[in-house]
Nanobody, 125 residues
Framework: QVQLVESGGGLVQAGGSLRLSCTHS????????MGWFRQAPGKEREFVAS????????SYADSAKGRFAISRDNAKNTVYLQMNSLKPEDTAVYYC??????????????????WGQGTQVTVSS
């Protein structure tokens, strides 16, 4: 059973940066497409960014383009989300998700098989 564990969330002022990490527990991480989603209080979960199994292809939500960057280190079984120029509206619980099978980046939550427990990101104004 694959486990995904996020870390790196916290409280930051508007304009600041955070880097989220998500570590995959299995030996097959390099075959997994990975994604980041977020859910703010009272709102539905939304797509943020995703990356293909090889790292050669990425996809971003419009709200993340130009500010966030997704990357992966297959040697460390880890995917990252670098978040810059954070805004109060970025406040949410951030979840990483994984999909096996050498997939391309996916933007729908239903396309992912595994989810982490989430990490809180709070951006103060």
């Amino acid at each position: 059973q694959v486990q995904l564990v996020e870390s790196g969330g916290g409280l930051v002022q508007a304009g600041g940066s955070l880097r989220l990490s998500c570590t995959h527990s299995g030996r097959t991480f390099s075959s997994y497409a990975m994604g980041w989603f977020r859910q703010a209080p009272g709102k539905e979960r939304e797509f943020v960014a995703s990356i293909s199994w090889s790292g050669s292809s990425t996809s971003y939500a419009d709200s993340a383009k130009g500010r966030f960057a997704i990357s992966r280190d297959n040697a460390k079984n880890t995917v990252y989300l670098q978040m810059n120029s954070l805004k109060p509206e970025d406040t949410a619980v951030y979840y990483c998700a994984g999909r096996g099978g050498f997939s391309s980046p996916r933007t729908r939550g239903g396309d992912y098989n595994y989810w982490g427990q989430g990490t809180q990101v709070t951006v103060s104004s």
